[in-house]
């Protein structure tokens, strides 16, 4: 039986404004991981667009020195994509503002997905959305003071199944002349656990016309992309957790990509697949430090900042507990070369055992909201008051 043909959002490319795309794959941001090291890494693997770490507007405008060090792009990254909190309407614009007249940004995207519930308790992140009024006047300032840089909007479905925002909140960001949207298909009650819900990506896709359409969530492999593309219709994918430890995610979905748009044949794009020996695992761990080193300007930092992603690299490899523990407490590359030494190199790829999900999952939660957030969609003064200090540093969704 022959397999169905590629939909039109699978064969064609994706542009974001201006900014037009080798394949339709972007990096999704992630607080402590995708900084300037990380995004170099995947780079180097593979195509899209890579996103900065969340950076609340705040902070920027403050001029924090975290703030500014994150916001700072290597030379190599020939599009500088920055994701910005916020939930002041004036401080965004003040941020976006500051972004454009300093040329530090070719593409700015909001977050409107944290579910964590230090932000969630003061209505930020995933609860903002509820209030139309305050999601509207915030994407409408940020695209007026971006100009000519495309801004673009992530967001989940909503707080929770029976309070959903994401066609709402999607049809006011596409009037306020945003570039694209994304779509993480859960709530904030589902944080990261159960499946993502790829059907509500169709919805939003079947309801925004005029702007990309970018589905998230449970995006563990190439395959996983080509499928949700397939299944509803999205214009292209943004992955999050499925690269931790796994930056060659890239190549592979690049490879998918240009097959399905004629640009190598199918044999090449399998082909083309990783399925790295452990030698090949070391090597990036090792590569990734470096990289880190340079960021950090810190051996000893980077080799601090290595330690979550041990366990996310050596996922499925006969990789033992001591080695694993002792990785996780160098404080030199020189200590990390000598532990890799010892690691048989040609062990091979181990197959689905070092696929699938990775990362934090829990269990679904019930959202932590400010008191009386959901009896008016608009924002009252008890919401303006739950927003002080919002701005925390804190994971998108």
Known sequence: ????????????????????????????????????????????????????????????????????????????????????????????????????????????????????????????????????????????????????????????????????????????????????????????????????????????????????????????SADDALRMVDETGCDGVVVGRGCLGRPWLFGDLAAAFRARNGEISEQEALAARAHPPLGQVAAALRRHTVLLTEFYDSEEHACRDIRKHVAWYFKGYPVGHEIRTALAMVTSLAEMDDLLATLDGSLPYPGVDAEGPRGRAGRPKKPTLPDGWLTSRTLDTPGLRALAGAELEHSGG
């Open 1 to 220: 039986m022959s397999a169905p043909a590629p939909s039109t959002a699978a064969r064609r490319k994706l542009s974001i404004g201006p900014i037009a795309l080798d394949v339709p794959v972007v990096l999704a941001p992630m607080a402590g991981i995708t900084n300037t090291a990380y995004r170099r890494l995947c780079r180097e693997y593979g195509a899209g667009l890579y996103v900065s770490e969340m950076i609340t507007s705040r902070a920027l405008v403050e001029r924090t020195p975290e703030s500014m060090r994150l916001i700072t792009h290597h030379p190599s990254e020939s599009t500088r994509s920055i994701q910005l909190y916020g939930v002041d309407p004036k401080v965004m614009r003040e941020a976006v503002t500051m972004l454009v007249a300093e040329d530090r940004a070719d593409h700015i995207d909001m977050n409107f997905g944290c579910p964590v519930p230090k932000v969630t308790r003061r209505g930020g992140g995933s609860a903002l959305p509820w209030k139309s009024d305050l999601f509207r006047s915030i994407v409408e300032a940020a695209v007026d003071a971006a100009g000519d840089i495309p801004v673009t909007v992530k967001m989940r479905k909503g707080i929770d199944d029976t309070h959903l925002t994401y066609l709402e909140a999607a049809r006011a960001a596409e009037g306020a002349g945003v570039a694209s949207i994304a779509l993480h298909a859960r709530t904030a009650a589902d944080f990261y656990s159960g499946q993502a819900d790829w059907s509500a990506i169709a919805k939003l896709k079947e309801t925004i016309t005029n702007v990309p359409v970018l589905g998230n969530g449970d995006i563990w």
